[in-house]
């Protein structure tokens, strides 16, 4: 089976934590150097927006502190309180950044601010331009270095920081731009750079915070890891379905996932347990997941129950060809005959849960008057099942 993707092992793990430190240390040494650079010209040219420019790189230096933390941390294996280990701490990390980053957005503009109202002209030097002309070179560099770690290790909270970096690189910019204009045309607009300049930044922050709190509440699993996932299993000898796979995200490279898989009633339980256990085995080694199978039993030699499965797939298909189905089976008894089944509804399926068990329902009783449902409806990972008769809910 062709296989692209590969969760990171524990001892690529460690290397990861070991780049994490390495980028730290040197976002450190950059940071502290342009502080003590920019605050000694802004104090000395009196621009209000160069002193909040040096103030930003101090905020850097700290913010990279907290990265360099969280790559200690991120990196613990799990223990007793922490069973699944503590990489989310990174996601953490990253929101610490974004506040950082929202902070001094606020307070480089409630400084511009002040600075329009009261304006003075500053002291224009060519050590001045070349200030920030290093700065934004120095920044540039640092950027793409930062994106490249990222992108090799799979860091939100590096990329976040780089994100910063080009922050700083476009203020810097910004203010570049402001101090030459006001020299040319003798204008005092210092203040209005800064107010652009914080706008941004805040922008910045926020689309960190966003994009942080995405991973913290949990997203889509990877498209590309769940469908070679679903590759691996259903190419196995024995099994005839799978449904409900959830990946967990506990943090970068470590996962958890769950899934049903079909197999066949009338095989002997060891046998579909043992082949349940390599699937497992499998994963474990071709994606460094922990995967946790459950079994379910499907009667293959069922006339009846094949004939009913057929009708109501090709009822939903009629509703809509997106939806599918899955654990189906009959049970009869003397008074009724009962259909039990999963619905996997697709999120673009504008019909609510009640609508489509009702319609199902009558398109069932059309042809079985007596017949009973049991509809569990998969969507979104939220999962409920109903007695179409009684219309008690039952939700997992």
């Known amino acids: 089976m062709s296989n ?74 799990a223990d007793h309180e922490h069973p699944f280990g503590h990489a989310r701490f990174e996601y953490i990390a990253s929101a610490i950044v974004a506040m950082f980053i929202l902070f001094l957005g606020f307070e480089l503009g409630k400084s511009s601010i002040k600075k329009i109202i009261n304006p003075n002209f500053i002291s224009v030097s060519w050590f001045l331009y070349g200030t920030l002309i290093f700065s934004i070179l ?78 913290i509440l949990g997203q889509r699993p990877d498209r590309h890891l769940k469908q070679l996932i679903k590759q691996l299993i259903l190419e196995k000898p024995g099994v005839y379905g799978l449904h409900d796979l959830i990946i967990h995200d506990y943090g970068v490279d470590n996962y958890f996932a769950t899934a049903h898989v079909e197999v066949d009633a009338a095989q ?23 995967l946790v199978l459950h079994m379910d039993p499907i009667d293959l030699n069922n006339p009846e129950q094949n004939r009913w499965g057929v009708l109501v797939e090709k009822l939903v298909h009629s509703i809509d060809p997106g939806i599918s189905i899955h654990d189906f089976r009959v049970q009869k008894t003397d008074q009724q005959l009962q259909l039990i089944f999963d619905l996997k509804v697709p999120d673009d399926q504008a019909r609510s849960n009640e609508e489509l068990r009702a319609e199902i329902d009558r398109s069932v009783r059309k042809i079985e008057s007596d017949a009973k449902c049991w509809i569990t409806i998969d969507r979104n990972y939220a999962t409920e099942t109903v007695d179409l008769i009684t219309g008690d809910v039952q939700q997992s």
């Open 4 to 77: 692209t993707f590969k969760v990171q092992s524990t001892t690529s793990t460690n290397m990861r934590a070991q780049i994490g430190v390495k980028v730290s240390i040197v976002g450190l040494a950059i940071n502290l150097s342009l502080f003590v650079l920019k605050i000694l010209v802004g104090f000395l040219s009196g621009s209000i927006a160069m002193v909040a420019d040096a103030v930003n790189n101090l905020s850097d230096f700290a913010s990279t502190i907290i990265v360099l933390i969280s790559f200690k941390i991120s990196s613990r294996p």
């Open 268 to 290: 002997d339980i060891m046998d579909s347990h043992d082949i349940l256990d390599q699937i497992e085995r499998e994963v474990a080694v071709q994606f460094n997941i922990n």
């Open 138 to 215: 120095v920044k540039t560099v640092l950027y793409y270095y930062y994106m490249q770690q990222s992108k090799k290790i799979d860091s939100i909270v590096i990329k976040a920081t780089a994100k910063d970096s080009l922050s700083d690189v476009i203020v810097n910019l910004g203010l570049l731009i402001a101090i030459f204009l006001g020299k040319i045309f003798s204008l005092a607009i210092d203040g209005y750079a800064g107010i652009l300049m914080s706008i941004f930044i805040v922008y910045s922050g926020i689309s960190i915070l966003r994009q942080t709190a995405d991973h």
